[in-house]
């Protein structure tokens, strides 16, 4: 069979996850990267904390993972000495924090700049940190949601690859906002992380470059606007 440029596929991108507890994103990003023309492979799970659930089902699962304990590390530095070799070692051409609650020096974000992607759950740049469905709540939006953004030395700061909104209803708490949201990070995640394995979208100086991307590139009926309540 003599193959065509439509027929010769690029090689896909290996993908390291780093978790810190439960691992839900990860769990939609394997569940994603076991499509046939999914444009990443989860190559490896690294988690550091021993106890985390998402380690425990990723080894279930039959995913490669690693456990890098921060606490038995003398600083950041050295823990992310040593991280940056098992990631040099397993070959990882990108880089998806799922609950993954450790700072990254900025020597560290520079490595992998434009190749470290990050979720987090509000409409970047609002409430950036912890308990973001309480911000939310306590500053009377009525639109929450999430984003993917590449990490930059800045906590929740890096440029904005992709967001999805949900509707803030009255009767919220934050509990029932973090589980609207969390079904919106299970869609909006493998979207934007098969952009980026694609090069369809890439960061240029401290700014997105979108290479390819047309209506198509992410589900739009994953976000809701100004919803009517």
Partial sequence: MTQTPETIRAPKKRVAILISGRGSNMQALVTAARAPDYPAEIALVISNRPEAPGLAWAKEHGLPTLTLDHQLYENREHFEGQLQSVLEMSKIDLVALAGFMRLMTPGFVERWRGRM????????????????HEQALAAGVRISGCTVHFVSPEMDAGPIIAQAAVPVLPADTPETLAARVLEAEHRLYPQALSLVAQDQISLN????????????????????FSPSL
């Fill in 117 to 132: 992607l990050n979720i987090h759950p509000s409409l970047l740049p609002l409430f950036k940190g912890l308990r973001t």
């Fill in 205 to 224: 100086a401290d700014s997105i470059a979108f290479q390819r991307v047309g209506s198509e590139g992410i589900n739009h009926a994953d976000a809701l």
